[in-house]
């Protein structure tokens, strides 16, 4: 397909308020063998890098030899660069652009061998194409986002919307376009893979007017999250960011004394409880729609090893068995399981009034909530004071208000990058679950504040996480005897 057609397509989605896929669906059925190509091109679902407008300027001294005293002050880069086309007519192949378009973003990281690599496209396509060539390659907002494209490899495919997004969140969006430019099938990668990580997002904290489903299950939350993987031969336990963790020899009898069956599991780890490892949800059912009520039934585990939870008609409902002040996890008795725990699935409330205690951070972690994200920097490693030092504890998410960027120190913006800290920081932290027992500490809550006139002596020490959450249970023992 020549660019000329996908350059002007981008220009049209630019200009519609809604429905782009339409435009996107028409490019993908005119090239059936190469649609992860334009949904490269049309979007950036897996670039690790792009752009920024000094580096455009740099490529552009380096294809002009021109130094920055001689261009005029606050020039538009893409502009420039797009000014010194000298095509006529744009020839080049959509194939071609997208190799370049990825040598430069993802291989290249020398900007003078950007410019080599980009220099021949300057008499092979117009100025008025090279500006959406451009725009991609910089770290601009362009006007397809994530749901335009797998609404458009959908409709152009003869899938379902749901199996498309699925999929592409298990084995990443490339992979999808890949089978499906191959005529293959997606139905069997609609579940995640027995043994290997996955990451748990965390429930969308909610008010209960905005919870968008009735009939539910109440869950007091009381320890870590984790996911069981039950092979065959082996048992495997990940942590909330798709960390491998050592797995006790207790768990291992666990799972055969209770006969689990192979697939994966959600299921909570809580220290000092009467069963420590009890289990949430399946996340390998035998119907890939169904409800989470049904999938509890399908677990198949002893009752005992079944986390308790509350059915309640409708989740206005709620506060009748928790109270003001006690975080809890609404479930979605209709939900189906889509990997992202949707609002439609769970939420979580009470946590602004939680009980709330300060931190040191001494780190996050960049993770992908789905493999065609680009990594965000949403987990922190929180520590608490274990005499003259600190002891880290588990990684916590944050506010989505709240940024920590100003307090880290220069790094790359990989999967499973660790960052570190250029100044001790401590935050308020809403707890919802804390302890201490075989697979070390753990936290479970949200990073609401910064503490800014917090220091050491203000931090949880070292001999207070577990009674952190015993004060819960104490003062609210009555609603827990109404889960059993």
Request: glycine share 6%.
């Amino acid at each position: 397909m020549n660019y000329r057609i996908f350059a002007e397509s981008m220009r049209v989605c630019k200009a519609m308020p809604q429905d782009k896929s339409k435009i996107i669906k028409n490019m993908l059925l005119m090239s059936p063998l190469s649609q992860w190509k334009i949904a490269y091109l049309s979007h950036a679902p897996s670039s690790t890098h792009r752009l920024s407008d000094e580096d455009l300027r740099e490529i552009f001294y380096h294809l002009t030899d021109l130094y920055p005293e001689e261009v005029e002050d606050n020039p538009n880069p893409i502009t420039m660069l797009a000014g010194l086309s000298k095509a006529n007519k744009t020839v080049a192949i959509t194939d071609r652009v997208f190799e370049i378009t990825k040598s430069v973003l993802e291989t290249l990281e020398c900007n003078e061998q950007r410019a080599n690599t980009i220099r021949p496209l300057f008499s092979r396509i117009t100025s008025q194409d090279l500006v959406g060539f451009f725009f991609r390659l910089s770290n601009r907002q362009g006007a397809i986002n994530r749901h335009d494209i797998t609404k458009a490899l959908a409709h152009a495919n003869g899938e379902l919307m749901r199996h498309v997004r699925k999929a592409s969140f298990l084995i990443g969006l490339e992979k999808v376009c890949d089978r499906l430019s191959r005529q293959e099938s997606i139905h069997d990668v609609l579940r995640p893979a027995i043994g290997m990580p996955m990451i748990i997002p965390s429930p969308t904290i909610c008010k209960v007017q905005d919870v968008p489903f009735g009939r539910c299950l109440l869950e007091i939350p009381e320890g870590e999250r984790m996911t069981l993987h039950v092979l065959k031969d082996d048992v495997r336990l990940f942590n909330a960011a798709g960390l491998s963790i050592d797995v006790e020899e207790s768990t291992h009898k666990l799972v055969e004394a209770a006969r689990i069956k192979e697939g994966i599991y959600l299921v909570e780890y809580a220290s000092g409880r009467d069963v420590e490892l009890m289990f949430l949800d399946l996340l390998t059912p035998s119907v890939e729609t169904l409800p989470f009520e049904k999938r509890r039934n399908e677990i198949g585990c002893p009752k005992w090893l079944l986390k308790p939870m509350k059915d309640i008609e409708d989740a206005t409902f709620y506060l009748e068995h928790v109270g003001t002040k006690q975080p809890a996890v609404l479930w979605n008795a209709n939900g189906i399981l889509t990997y992202e725990s949707s609002v439609y699935e769970s939420v979580l409330m009470n946590i602004h009034e939680a009980h709330k205690s300060v931190f040191m951070v001494v780190g996050g972690v960049y993770v992908k909530e789905s493999p065609q994200a680009r990594p965000k920097l949403s987990k922190w490693r929180i520590a608490v004071r274990d005499g003259d030092s600190y002891y880290a504890v588990g990684l916590v998410d944050i506010d989505p208000k709240l940024s920590l960027m100003r307090f880290v120190n220069p790094h790359k913006i990989v999967e499973g990058e660790e960052v570190s800290m250029n100044t001790p920081v401590f935050v308020n932290v809403n707890v919802v679950s804390s302890g201490w027992g075989d697979y070390g500490a753990y936290i479970q809550g949200v990073i609401e504040s910064v503490a800014s006139r917090a220091g050491r002596n203000d931090c949880v020490s070292i001999d207070e996480i577990e009674a952190l959450t015993k004060r819960w249970d104490e003062e609210y023992g009555d609603a827990n005897e109404d889960m059993a």
